[in-house]
């Protein structure tokens, strides 16, 4: 397999050693991102957090030893959920985490389950956006924040291997289908406009 096609690989499902390193890797690409996100999400001790694509668990380590939050993280890899359980043992042993390998467009959780959302640098492999943006609706309460972190296009496109697995999406596009969704969609530029966070906030009312 070409190898950047293996690191596309590995960065959308991560499995066995190489799963290890490229989340190893995107760990520290990503930390900064990890930082804007959880200044956006701006979370109370009372809140109920859902991180969707958790990976190895890092990022909800990083976030749950600076606040009293409930965490739940989900991720399509059985591999990085058995690493993200690992580093987050402490916090698993005292019932203020749970994980689990599910996939964002068909979560088992009950209607209006969490108070935010995030996700960081997972959008580029969703099946289907929309029915992914009205799942994560789904779960979130009235009023809710889903916070989406993703590169701009010109950044991904400096990486070899995004040319493998990576959907692009436009700014007009990934707003759209959150205000279809039933959000209000606020973009704001950060990492100095390399990337930014889409702030959706769950409207009050019925969707239809």
Known sequence: ???????????????????????????????????????????????????????????????ARQYGCDFTGIDTSNSAIKNASRRNRIFLNNS????????????????????????????????????????IRRVLRQGGLFINTLYTNETL???????????RFTLDELTHVGINAGFTADVIPIFNDAAYCIVYTKSYGEHI
């Open 96 to 135: 203020r985490m749970m994980l689990l390998c599910q996939s964002a467009d068909a979560m088992t959780f009950a209607d209006s389950s969490f108070d935010k959302a995030y996700t960081v640098n997972t959008v580029y492999f969703w099946e289907n956006l929309s029915v992914t943006m009205e799942e």
């Open 1 to 63: 397999m070409n190898l950047n096609k293996y690191i596309a690989k590995q960065f959308s499902n991560p499995t066995g050693l190489g799963g290890k390193l490229v989340s190893h890797i995107m760990n520290r690409q990503n930390h900064r991102l990890y930082e804007e996100t959880i200044r956006f999400l701006s979370p109370s001790d009372a809140d109920n957090v859902l991180d969707i694509g958790c990976g190895n668990g890092y990022m909800l380590n990083i976030f």
């Open 157 to 167: 496109a400096r990486f070899s291997h995004t040319q493998f697995g990576y959907k």
